[in-house]
Structure formats: C-alpha cells, structure tokens
C-alpha cells in the first residue's frame, strides 16, 4: 500500500512564537525526526522484506537518514548495510551527454545497471553481494565491498531508487520504497508561502557544499537548476511508488539558516543574477528569529550540512 506525501504549511509567526523557547523547539524537532527513524526500523523489519529502496531530492538527508534506520535496525539485533547508489557509477569517459557536450550525472544511463541488477539479485537470493566502491578522485570503480545482510536489511540510497527499472529483475514484492524529504513550508502574516522546502535544501546545500566540498556559492548555484530538474524528471514520477514517508523536516532549522549563509566566504565567482538568488534566500531566513547552532546535537541529522 502506497503513501501520499502531502506537505504542512506553517505559520511563520507561530515558529517566531515557538522560538522563544529555543531548547525546547530544538528538542521538539530533533524528537519529531527521531521517533520517525525508529518507527521506520520497526515497519521494515515487519515488513520482512531484505532491500529497501531510499531516494529523496538532493539535500533531503537521505545518506545520513538511511545510516540512521540502518544503526536502528542494527540496535534491534539484526545486520543491516548502507548501498548509495553512487558507488555504481559507470565511470569517466562512459558517461552519457548533455545537449552541451558535458557528462550527463543524473540520468539513469550514468550507472552501471548490470552491475547493480546483479548485485541485487544476489541480495535478494542470498543476503550477500559483492558491491563497488567509486573513487570520485579519479572517477572510476577502485574497490570492492562486500555487504552481509543475511537474517538482516540493505538500504539502498540514491537518485534514481525508486525507479522501477532498477528493481525490474526481482519479484515484484522483493522491495520496500521508502522516500525521505521535506513535508513542512511556511506562510507569511498574510497567508502566502514565504518559504518552500526547496529554499531549505537550496541553505542546506550551499553550506554543506562550501564546508565539505569545497565549493562556493556560485558553484553550487550554478548547478541547482539542473539539480532541481533532474528532481522533476527522476524522483517525483515514481514517489507515488513509496511504501514509507520520512520527513526530515527540523523546524527549528528555519532559524539557523540566515546566520549560517552569512558565515560562508565571499564569492567573488557570483553573476548578477545569482547574487540576487543567494541575497533572496538570505532574506526569507532573515524573516525567522535567529538561533544558535549551540543548539544542535552532535548526533543531529542537520550536522550533515552545518559540521561539528
């Protein structure tokens, strides 16, 4: 049976008012999230079911939510392994192209389905496979790991999860679908949409990507729109496949956002018209009272994107 995932539109000044007390809307939102995780433990090891497939847009928290239901399912007494679905890239120089000429990434084509099929396959039949590791420092395959989810569960992470074609060699049953993304936007005094889920992951990105990969604003604003559609094109026609819904909203997170995108360094690299992107974004964030990162706890789903 097969979930909607409809989004909650919230009151900006009921966060302002919620706010006031910051621990406690900080613990409230960590608890939200957290109960989920465990919940979802739970149902999939009812369920019964040795894969489950994981997808979510780009900064959803998918690869640290998917280690999370891994460790909880883990803590239940049986094994359970993390896949991403990047380990299963087909490598430089057998990419395939954009309109432009550049190596198409996000197309299902950029995997090495074969390998992938038979990996599953294996899973399904015997709860061990031998998986790749990708090295992105010199785009290729460079290893092997081995994954052991006999008597236990393999998440399987990534873009294209939820796509059928990937799970089109198993029975139809073989898999969970499980989608992890945001469920909560916010509304200005007027009633109007001040703040979309996208906005969210747009700050969570940025940040991430400027503390971890080394790339600035102009960077990773120069490829949100292509980020965005392979979004439309790749995850959203098969969410409607999900057997569970994470939502990996942290309310409180809308107030850290102003301060943290103010932290990064200048980009001297930014267009016109991306400065006034990045200006905008900050400004939607600086509708919502300031928090302290203080606040977070080192084992936060939100340590993903803003670090120690």
């Known amino acids: 049976m097969h979930v909607t995932h409809r989004k909650r539109f919230v009151s900006r000044d009921l966060v302002a008012l919620a706010a006031r007390h910051p621990q406690e809307l900080a613990a409230l939102s960590e608890q939200h999230y957290h109960d989920q995780i465990e919940s979802i433990a739970d149902e999939v090891l009812a369920a019964g079911q040795r894969i489950v497939m994981l997808t979510g847009p780009s900064a959803a928290g998918k690869t640290t939510s998917a280690h999370k239901i891994a460790d909880a399912i883990a803590a239940r007494g049986h094994r359970s392994r993390v896949i991403s679905l990047d380990d299963f890239y087909i490598g430089e120089g057998k990419y395939p192209k954009n309109p432009d000429g550049s190596d198409d990434y996000e197309s ?107 790339h600035g604003a ?66 939607r964030f600086a509708a919502f009272p300031p928090l302290d990162t203080a606040l977070v706890p080192a084992d936060s789903m939100l340590r993903e994107f803003i670090g120690a």
Not at 134 to 162: M, Y
Not at 192 to 208: E, H, K, M, P, S
Request: charged share 25%; with cysteine; proline share 5%.
């Open 108 to 214: 299902l084509e950029a995997l090495d389905l074969e390998r992938l099929h038979a990996c599953l396959k294996a899973l399904y039949k015997t709860g061990v496979c031998d998986a790749p590791v990708f090295d992105f420092t010199i785009q290729r395959p460079s290893g092997i790991q081995r994954i052991d989810a006999r008597d236990g569960v393999v998440i399987i992470e990534g873009l294209h999860a939820l796509n059928p074609a990937l799970t089109e060699r198993l029975p139809v049953d073989a898999a969970l679908c499980l989608y992890a993304g945001l469920r909560e936007e916010y509304a200005a005094p007027d009633n109007t949409r001040c703040l979309a889920t996208r906005d969210i992951r747009l700050a969570r990105r940025l940040v991430r990507d400027c503390l971890f990969r080394g």
């Open 218 to 283: 102009a960077f990773t604003l120069g490829l949100w729109g292509k980020v965005c559609a392979g979004e439309d094109q790749y995850i959203k026609p098969f969410k409607p496949r999900a057997d569970l819904l994470l939502d990996t909203t942290h309310t409180y997170e809308v107030c850290l956002w102003h301060a943290l995108l103010d932290t990064m360094p200048p980009d001297e690299d930014l267009t016109a018209t991306q400065r006034r992107q990045f200006d905008t974004l900050r400004a």
